[in-house]
């Protein structure tokens, strides 16, 4: 009895391009131990809490006011993070922000890719990236990387050259894989493009690789750093995603963006967020300390974690991966099936989720491996 509820989506006026698709989606389920979408584990710490409590109250009285569609005051904020964390001077004219790095990255192909224009990334990789380029109908281009997920600056520098893409997308370090992407070979990938390079950083702050934003001054018109809150910054539930790049690139993405993209909301909540960063960004180390502990324990389990610089980690092989993913979800842990043969990705957690996690590995690997 929902009204319209008889209609089927084969019944809608859609875009011929978009039918058969599915909607990006993992799982949300209620299960005790959620490792699933590499969300930081801790909570926000009661100071940042009430700091952003006390902003938002703040906000609630001027509701009635669209809110900076600049988002000054939090690009300038962003801005001294960036130059503290990678030695860089960023300024706010080489930030933009949006709801999620997700909104960044559909905005950045929306400016520079679109019908007619071509995206290319290195599979596998986060997959909302064709999901973008299928909205702003910006076509595909599935490149691959060597057997190990690893990237080979001269191999992608070769295929860049060869398909020419109008934007080009290097995740560092690789959801799903972990891996970082070094200078070097980030720079021959620079040198072959003629289009956009866009290093998605989602989630640099837990390697200890150098960032993309060093390159920024040398590639100013085609580099682009997207990076994001909802992980290290523990802020996912906030939505704020950013960019670094020169004033021209942030320029672009103002003839697509919204106005008012941004909710006064947000823009304050993320501005209370950032001046805990300091507590916030301390969990990382604990991460990657467990990061450490969850690798080593699953080598001895007798599987094979791919190496990371991330908060999750990519292990196999598991002869049926969809059906030892079903197995960790019968023990209350829900861990990641992202389509790779004989593999599956968990998030690192808190101590006592990863312990879980462990105890379920136990018994997965006494199963199946
Ligand atoms: N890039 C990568 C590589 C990701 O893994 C994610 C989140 N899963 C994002 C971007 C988007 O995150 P958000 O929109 O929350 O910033």
């Known amino acids: 009895d929902v009204i319209g509820g008889e209609t089927t989506l084969a019944d809608v006026p859609l875009r011929e391009d978009l039918r058969g698709r599915s909607p990006y989606g993992a799982p949300q389920l209620d299960v005790p131990v ?15 809490v009430e700091d952003v409590v006390a902003e938002v109250r703040e906000q609630a009285g001027r509701l009635n006011r669209y809110p900076d569609r600049d988002a000054v005051a939090l690009r300038t ?47 596998p990789s986060y997959s909302m990236h064709p999901i973008l380029a299928s909205g702003t109908r910006t076509e595909w281009v599935p490149a691959p990387r060597r057997a190990d997920f690893t990237l080979d600056g001269g191999e992608a520098a070769a295929v860049i050259a060869e398909r020419d893409p109008d934007v ?33 950083e989602a989630y640099v702050e837990f390697s200890e690789r150098h960032s993309a934003v060093e390159l920024i001054e040398e590639f100013p018109a085609r580099l682009v750093v997207s990076r994001t809150m909802s992980k290290a910054f523990a802020f996912a539930g906030g939505r704020l995603g950013y960019l670094v790049a020169s004033p021209a690139v942030v320029e672009a993405l103002l003839l697509v963006r919204l106005p008012y993209h941004l909710s006064s909301v947000t823009q304050a909540s993320a501005r209370a967020a950032l001046r805990h960063s300091e507590a916030t960004l301390g969990g990382v180390k604990l991460l990657v300390d467990e990061r450490a502990r969850v690798v080593d324990r699953l080598r001895e389990l007798g599987f094979s974690p791919v190496p990371s610089d991330a908060n999750f980690v990519l292990f196999g092989r598991f002869p049926d991966a969809h059906r030892a993913w079903e197995r960790y979800l019968d023990s209350g842990v829900l861990i990641r099936d992202v389509g790779i043969e004989g593999h599956l990705r968990v998030t690192i957690g808190s101590p006592r989720d990863n312990d879980a996690f462990l105890a379920a590995s136990e018994h997965v690997s006494e199963e199946i491996v």
């Not at 790095?101 to 019908?115: C, D, K, T, Y």
């Not at 995740?171 to 956009?196: E, F, Y």
Request: no cysteine; proline share 7%.
């Open 168 to 200: 080009v997308f290097v995740t560092s370090p690789n959801n799903p894989t972990g891996q970082s992407v070094g200078l070097a070979d980030l720079r021959a990938v620079l040198r072959a493009a003629r289009g956009l390079v866009v290093v998605d």
């Open 77 to 123: 904020d962003l801005a001294a993070y960036l130059t503290g964390a990678t030695g860089v001077a960023v300024s706010a004219s080489n930030v933009w922000t949006a709801n999620g790095s997700n909104e960044v990255l559909q905005q950045v192909l929306q400016a520079f890719g679109g019908p007619g224009r071509t995206a290319l990334g290195f599979e």
């Open 34 to 48: 959620l490792l699933n979408t590499n969300e930081n584990p801790f909570p926000p710490p009661r100071e940042l």
